[in-house]
């Protein structure tokens, strides 16, 4: 991958629906451009050309990947110029954001053949349909995931020491943040560093993390705390005006998975399944919450059950995952639909006026 280019999504298919996480990434943005036009027809080819010239301007490039289908990409953020390039055509846009004022739309409508996808209006219509409808499917199979996965913690809740955890905290939040302070106001932009995607779970823990010289890896169970524990720290680091880039669970949208501090240089993330990492350098740190606040001999009592909540928890995910590569395969389909609609020099007209802002 591109150095010094950041990999993440601000869209998730999660337990909760479709979640967007967009608006936090656009503050400090001065320049936004917003290709907008037939719905889902920006991926084919808008964004990829954007996303060309970044990777050739030497600037670093934030890519806003798909959790839909994670090799193209719902937009490109260039904080250096303070710019923002966002696919709008998407519906799902549409739908989670106001309308900027402020920000330059390029009309995509032009570089498609209308004669040709009005013959295909109906074909479009009934690809749009199943595609949410795959999705909702997909979503309804997640909640009761989740509600597997409520019973997976419950076991580990009812053999956790709370206090012990309770004292886990502060002692993380000095270890981390230490003396710093910063006199300003922080500024808090919320991600997901993985997805659901028709493939499974992928994440870009390994981008995100990369050039981060001290990662603390946190290891437990389900319902041990790590997300409580994140959250605390993010409010002790709120009120020393530290920056904090925060990423929600792909899975379930109101759990935090990983806070990266920027201006020290540090993060701390959950590295457990489905995004399971082990030490790797020197400097890496493994904080476990089962080790230190859970009944020793937990996971051999329950054994059996955990072994069952495990099997219908993946299970029912993996029924989730295949909604997913339903929609996806019904999506491919109505790419091809735009694609041949498609013209190619119009395609690169436009784009050229995003890549004459990069140029300058």
Same mark, same amino acid.
């Given at each position: 991958?591109?150095?010094?280019?950041?990999?993440?999504?601000?869209?998730?298919?999660? $337990?909760?629906?479709?979640?967007?996480?967009?608006?936090? &990434?656009?503050?400090?943005?001065?320049?936004?451009?917003?290709?907008?036009?037939?719905?889902? #027809? !920006?991926?084919?080819?808008?964004?990829?050309?954007?996303?060309?010239?970044?990777?050739?301007?030497?600037?670093?490039?934030?890519?806003?990947?798909?959790? /839909?289908?994670?090799?193209?990409?719902? !937009?490109?953020?260039?904080?250096?110029?303070?710019?923002?390039?966002?696919?709008?055509?998407?519906?799902?846009?549409?739908?989670?954001?106001?309308?900027?004022?402020?920000?330059?739309?390029?009309?995509?409508?032009?570089?498609?053949?209308?004669?040709?996808?009005?013959? @295909?209006?109906?074909?479009?219509?009934?690809?749009?349909? /199943?595609?949410?409808?795959?999705?909702?499917?997909?979503?309804?199979?997640?909640?009761?995931?989740?509600?597997?996965?409520?019973?997976?913690?419950?076991?580990?809740?009812?053999?956790?020491?709370?206090?012990?955890?309770?004292?886990?905290?502060? #002692?993380?939040?000095?270890?981390?943040?230490?003396?710093?302070?910063?006199?300003?106001?922080?500024?808090?932009?919320?991600?997901?560093?993985?997805?659901?995607?028709?493939?499974? $779970?992928?994440?870009?823990?390994?981008?995100?993390?990369? &050039?981060?010289?001290?990662?603390?890896?946190?290891? !437990?169970?389900?319902?041990?705390?790590?997300?409580?524990?994140?959250?605390?720290?993010?409010?002790?680091? #709120?009120?020393?005006?530290?920056?904090?880039?925060?990423?929600?669970? #792909?899975?379930? /949208?109101?759990?935090?998975?990983?806070?990266?501090?920027?201006?020290?240089?540090?993060?701390?993330?959950?590295?457990?399944?489905?995004?399971?990492?082990?030490?790797?350098?020197?400097?890496?740190?493994?904080?476990?919450?089962?080790?230190?606040?859970?009944?020793?001999?937990?996971?051999?009592?329950?054994?059996?059950?955990?072994?069952?909540?495990?099997?219908?928890?993946?299970?029912?995910?993996? /029924? !989730?995952?295949?909604?997913?590569?339903?929609?996806?395969?019904?999506?491919?389909?109505?790419?091809?639909?735009?694609? @041949?609609?498609?013209?190619?020099?119009?395609?690169?007209?436009?784009?050229?006026?995003?890549? &004459?802002?990069?140029?300058?």
């Amino acid at each position: 991958m591109q150095k010094d280019a950041k990999h993440y999504f601000v869209y998730g298919n999660t $337990a909760q629906g479709f979640i967007s996480k967009l608006a936090t &990434n656009l503050q400090g943005i001065d320049n936004m451009v917003l290709f907008q036009g037939w719905p889902e #027809a !920006g991926k084919a080819g808008f964004m990829s050309l954007i996303a060309e010239e970044c990777r050739n301007s030497g600037l670093k490039t934030e890519y806003l990947h798909c959790p /839909s289908s994670p090799d193209a990409l719902d !937009g490109v953020i260039v904080p250096d110029l303070k710019l923002a390039v966002i696919d709008g055509t998407g519906l799902h846009y549409r739908r989670l954001v106001a309308p900027d004022p402020a920000a330059k739309y390029i009309n995509t409508d032009p570089a498609f053949d209308a004669e040709k996808l009005r013959q @295909a209006m109906d074909l479009i219509a009934e690809f749009d349909q /199943s595609i949410g409808d795959f999705h909702e499917n997909a979503f309804r199979r997640f909640r009761s995931a989740l509600d597997v996965h409520d019973e997976w913690e419950k076991i580990y809740i009812e053999n956790m020491d709370f206090s012990k955890a309770d004292a886990l905290a502060p #002692a993380v939040i000095d270890m981390i943040l230490g003396e710093n302070r910063l006199p300003k106001p922080t500024v808090i932009k919320e991600r997901f560093f993985g997805a659901s995607t028709p493939a499974g $779970a992928t994440d870009f823990i390994e981008s995100l993390t990369g &050039n981060i010289s001290k990662r603390y890896l946190l290891k !437990g169970r389900p319902g041990t705390g790590k997300s409580t524990l994140l959250r605390k720290i993010l409010a002790a680091s #709120a009120e020393r005006g530290l920056d904090a880039e925060v990423y929600f669970c #792909a899975f379930d /949208s109101k759990s935090l998975d990983m806070i990266i501090w920027p201006e020290l240089d540090k993060c701390l993330f959950d590295s457990t399944a489905p995004h399971l990492y082990q030490p790797s350098r020197p400097s890496d740190e493994v904080i476990d919450m089962y080790e230190v606040c859970v009944k020793p001999g937990t996971d051999e009592k329950y054994e059996k059950e955990l072994a069952d909540i495990n099997r219908r928890y993946k299970a029912t995910v993996q /029924s !989730g995952t295949e909604f997913l590569a339903k929609a996806k395969n019904r999506l491919d389909e109505l790419l091809d639909i735009y694609n @041949a609609a498609a013209d190619p020099g119009e395609i690169r007209r436009l784009c050229a006026e995003v890549i &004459n802002r990069l140029r300058k």
